[in-house]
T-cell receptor, first 115, second 113 residues
Framework: DTGVSQNPRHKITKRGQNVTFRCDPI?????LYWYRQTLGQGPEFLTY????????KSRLLSDRFSAERPKGSFSTLEIQRTEQGDSAMYLC?????????????FGSGTRLTVV | GNSVTQMEGPVTLSEEAFLTINCTYT??????LFWYVQYPGEGLQLLLK?????DKGSNKGFEATYRKETTSFHLEKGSVQVSDSAVYFC????????????FGTGTRLTVIP
């Protein structure tokens, strides 16, 4: 297993465009999390899935954001009508549900720049 | 609610110096506590953890003790190396089965030869 994989590593987009990121978790992990990290800050929770069910969404996840995990494996995070304030590193992590309290495995992130 | 307050950086040390990065927390119940490290251009890696009071987490020469009485989880290393230069994040999760981690703002450590 190669860990948590995120694509693309970098994305530059014009304001108003839609973008989609992909996360492939560790294969046996049933939980998948999305976080956002802005410059000089710690990661902030956006949402998480257990298998294919999205069980929690942060207030940070406006209606322009949507996340899916259709078959309980990989996940996508889409941002519609991007704004400059969306510029950040988007991190994906995964864990086993029963081991969530022991820490997650993070991917390397997708850095989004909205110009 | 849950929150983590971390020592502000940046921190610059000479190689072989002693490192302390302070972390205090506010939480309901009995959280698990973590230190994550982020090397330049990479994602977060779990450095160490402690799941109950008085537990000591350790890894790669780093240590942190879960102190419930002072709500602290300070990171220490006796002798830092240039390769330890990174950003360190203190984090907590809620009770068993908690759904997300709460992170501090991070402390950038630079170790000079």
């Amino acid at each position: 297993d190669t860990g948590v994989s995120q694509n693309p590593r970098h994305k530059i987009t014009k304001r108003g465009q839609n973008v989609t990121f992909r996360c492939d978790p560790i294969s046996e992990h049933n939980r998948l999390y999305w976080y956002r990290q802005t410059l000089g800050q710690g990661p902030e929770f956006l949402t998480y899935f257990q298998n294919e069910a999205q069980l929690e969404k942060s207030r940070l996840l406006s209606d322009r954001f949507s996340a899916e995990r259709p078959k309980g494996s990989f996940s996508t995070l889409e941002i519609q009508r991007t704004e400059q304030g969306d510029s950040a590193m988007y991190l994906c992590a995964s864990s086993l549900a029963e081991a969530a309290n022991y820490g997650y495995t993070f991917g390397s992130g997708t850095r989004l720049t909205v110009v | 609610g849950n929150s983590v307050t971390q020592m502000e950086g940046p921190v610059t040390l000479s190689e072989e110096a002693f490192l302390t990065i302070n972390c205090t927390y506010t939480a309901t119940g009995y959280p698990s506590l973590f230190w994550y490290v982020q090397y330049p251009g990479e994602g977060l890696q779990l450095l160490l953890k402690a799941t109950k009071a008085d537990d000591k987490g350790s890894n790669k020469g780093f240590e942190a003790t879960y102190r419930k009485e002072t709500t602290s989880f300070h990171l220490e290393k006796g002798s830092v190396q240039v390769s330890d230069s990174a950003v360190y994040f203190c984090a907590l999760s809620g009770q068993t089965g908690a759904n997300n981690l709460f992170f501090g703002t991070g402390t950038r450590l630079t170790v000079i030869p």
